[in-house]
């Protein structure tokens, strides 16, 4: 997994709605808070995504921009985002090319993915890299935390 005070990979992903997100479109506007999760519609990561959704007003008063980020599939991640409500983009890292280029793997023989979240600055540069497969909730705690420590722009 990457390490904080590292360059974040650049990326293009599509959205639930097939529009092209990039990172670097955020550089010098915005922090982005980057959270990769194992499934849609499981009990974990729906509680992660929830919980993200139940603080976004928190993220946003500090100019940061939510983006998930799973193997599902565009339409998948439309019915998940649409069935709770979720008001940032989930985008689809079908083959996996996103996870393995922040340093993620999957675990017991492939079957079970990552769950990691990383707050990138807005110069591009890792502040926080946080892991752990079960406690979905210290992820959001871990990364509105490390929002607020960063300068105000």
């Known amino acids: 997994m990457l390490k ?3 360059k974040a990979p650049n ?5 639930s709605k097939g529009n092209l997100v990039q990172l670097s479109s955020f550089l010098g506007k915005k922090t982005v808070v980057l959270f990769f999760y194992p499934k849609d519609n499981t009990s974990g990561c729906t509680a992660e995504a929830c919980s993200f959704r139940d603080n976004y007003v928190g993220f946003k008063a500090y ?12 339409a998948s991640h439309q019915d998940f985002g649409a069935k709770h409500n979720l008001p940032f983009p989930l985008l689809a890292d079908t083959n996996g090319a996103v996870a393995k280029q922040y340093g993620l793997k999957a675990k017991l023989f492939g079957l079970i993915k990552d769950r990691a979240t990383f707050v990138i600055d807005r110069d591009g540069i890792i ?14 705690d871990e990364a509105l935390r490390a929002v607020q420590q960063l300068p105000a722009e």
């Open 4 to 6: 904080p005070m590292t």
């Open 11 to 15: 990326f293009a992903l599509n959205d």
């Open 63 to 74: 100019q940061a921009e939510i983006l998930g980020i799973s193997s599902d599939s565009e």
């Open 127 to 140: 502040r926080l890299a946080f892991s752990s497969q079960l406690m979905p909730h210290r992820h959001i």
